[in-house]
């Protein structure tokens, strides 16, 4: 029958698809980023009908010129068939059909929508040699789109195909609207490459005639680090800043590196940075994340101060200075704030009420530290805020109203039911009922035999009603559910060697422990006190003062203390165990260590 392939169809079941003579939107892709084959790949869904190009543009509210230039194709019966073949498969999973179906039909017409979507559906299949056939017949039947060149380009890169790659990422610089775009996205689009020297080198050679442009050199600064060239990429990212002294982008970049060297020389150029460009809010806003990370917890509230004094409205910042004033126990400043941003409408209020909650029981305003808790009724600290409130009643001697709250709440899901299982040990622990604590967890734990956390938490609260047997058993079951569960080598090696003698077997765990943690502070405790036990007190102290300085815990600093003692060093020991002291007068640990040395 004579006409195309078809409007007619369009309406039945090929959405956003009709080729041949109809008048059609461009499906060309907007913008000079590069592409991978993997953000391709993840946007062409057959499934979805965004994959389907002149839908997308249609829900995007975009439109184009009418296409004039595609073929003149007759709806011939083996077409309609495969077209049909092709959907159907695509619609049911087969992408392998439905590509292959789709090249089919793009080799017979040549029609380079046709060969885009037997692109991606290829991509979405993950089959690269219909995807990487299909892409070149795209550009070669439609040699000026962008996405096409971008398509194929990803997709020799991920090939290693860097020769065949290197023109088409040539024209896509030389085309582009946006060089300065399409330069910060060169690096990105060949980072998956094995070879980096070999993606230096061709980075070099396509930015070459560039130079004049910052965005040249931060690629091929990107490109140096890739290949741990460090010092070369830093000569190349000061070019690009010598070109625009202001740009917050190459800035970050350099901090970046100058951190390697040194954190004090990164803060320093920040600092440096924002003096000569105050209105630099991304370098600030790291320059204060340095801060905070350093523990300077003043200047980096004065510098999100200065951010929130520029974006008065922006919630983040505002709690953000809420909570640095916290730890600097400037209460009145954390309550103005966090009670400003809930005058934001701020995304998620219930966490400013726990803040809130948490400010006024540091300020002992107990009633109004209630009302805060328990105005939090969803989300993310619906539990904490409700455990906090139980433990402010158990701190009034009110244990049983406490546990009578926690156990009267309804956990949306098996995540907060064993939250509020753990928080109703945690009060039963501080009241240093242990017995009971455990009850409570054996319970939840009887219920699901292999809860993970419940199993690593029954472990622990048996060590303190001295079943030992218990522990093993639950932390053993844990690591055959978590082979890597690095806390539960820690606690059953920890417990073997303190309370055991079968120290060698339990040095065996902590070291397992501490492969898979090796900066953790609690196990690097762990390790020292093995080898204390062991009698190897030179690597004892190593590990000890290790952890100690990552973490100046008082369980740690007991252990560091006697370890100080036993070598000789009894002033050291005992500056240790009195400045914990201060810190920490609660800790039972520190307590009986003081009662066995200094009494």
């Known amino acids: 029958m ?41 946007q062409a869904s057959p499934q979805d009908s965004a994959a389907y190009p002149d839908a997308a543009d249609e829900e995007a509210g975009t439109s184009a010129p009418s296409r004039t230039d595609l073929p003149n194709q007759s709806l011939e019966e083996d077409i309609l068939y495969k077209f049909l073949l092709a959907e159907i498969a695509g619609q049911r999973g087969n992408h392998q059909m439905a590509a292959q179906a789709y090249l089919e039909l793009a080799r ?18 993950k089959n690269n040699p219909i995807a990487l056939e299909a892409a070149k017949l795209w550009l070669e039947t439609e040699s000026q789109s962008a996405a096409a060149r971008q398509t194929l380009a990803a997709l020799f890169v ?35 490459h094995p070879d980096k020297n070999a993606v230096l080198g061709i980075i070099k050679d396509l930015t070459a005639t560039y130079r004049e442009r910052p965005e040249a050199h931060l690629a091929v600064a990107q490109a140096y680090v890739a290949a741990g060239k460090y010092a070369e990429a830093l000569v190349q990212i000061r070019e690009a800043m010598n070109l625009r002294p202001s740009w917050e982008t190459g800035a970050l970049f350099q901090a970046q590196l100058l951190n390697r060297e040194s954190r004090a020389s990164a803060l320093a150029y920040l600092s440096d940075f924002l003096a000569a460009h105050p209105k630099a809010q991304e370098v600030r806003l790291a320059y204060a994340r340095q801060l905070i990370n350093d523990k300077n917890f003043a200047p980096a509230r004065a510098e999100f101060q200065r951010l929130l004094d520029d974006n008065p409205s922006n ?68 539990v904490s805020a409700h455990a906090r409130y139980a433990l402010m009643l158990a701190r009034q001697n009110k244990l049983a109203e406490a546990r009578l709250h926690l156990q009267g709440l309804v956990p949306l899901d098996e995540e907060q039911r064993i939250q509020i299982l753990q928080s109703e040990a945690q009060l039963l ?79 065996e765990y902590i070291e397992k422990a501490l492969k898979l943690s090796p900066d953790d502070p609690f196990i690097l405790d762990s390790m020292g006190w093995v080898e204390y036990r062991l009698g190897r007190l030179a690597a004892s102290l190593q590990f000890l003062e290790r952890a100690f300085q990552v973490r100046p815990d008082p369980e740690i600093a007991a252990h560091l203390g006697e370890v100080l003692r036993v070598k000789g060093d009894k002033p050291g020991a005992e500056r240790i165990w009195r400045e914990a002291l201060r810190e920490h007068p609660e800790s039972d640990e520190l307590k009986k260590i003081v009662n066995k040395f200094l009494r």
């Open 315 to 382: 919630g983040d910042i505002a709690i953000t200075v809420a909570l640095l004033s916290v730890q600097m126990n400037d209460f009145d400043v954390a309550e103005t704030q966090l009670k400003r941003v809930l005058e934001l409408d701020y995304k998620d209020p219930d966490a400013v009420r726990f803040h809130l909650g948490q400010v006024n029981e540091e300020r002992k305003r107990f009633d109004e530290a209630a009302k805060w808790y328990l105005s939090v009724t969803q989300g993310e600290q619906f």
């Open 429 to 507: 622990r501080e009241a240093k009922d242990y017995q009971e604590s455990f009850n409570v967890l054996k319970k939840g734990l009887d219920a699901q035999p292999d809860q993970p956390e419940l199993l690593y938490d029954v472990a622990l609260a048996a060590e303190k009603i001295d079943r030992i047997d218990l522990v093993e058993i639950n932390l053993r079951r844990l690591l055959v559910l978590k082979p890597e569960h690095a806390q539960a080598y820690n606690a059953l090696g920890y417990t073997l060697a303190d309370r055991t003698e079968r120290l060698t077997e339990a040095r």
């Open 108 to 125: 017979k017409t040549r029609d380079p929508r046709l060969a885009r979507r037997a692109t991606e559906v290829a991509l979405y299949g």
């Open 158 to 192: 991920s090939l290693n195909d860097l020769p065949a790659a290197k023109p088409l990422l040539a024209k896509i610089l030389s085309s582009s609207g946006n060089i300065g775009q399409a330069l910060e996205q060169l690096h990105p689009s060949l980072a998956g």
């Open 2 to 42: 004579p006409g195309f392939l078809p409007c007619l169809l369009t309406p039945v079941i090929f959405v956003g698809l009709a080729i041949g003579g109809c008048a059609q939107r461009d499906v060309r892709a907007g913008g000079t980023a590069l592409a991978s084959t993997e953000a391709i790949s993840a």
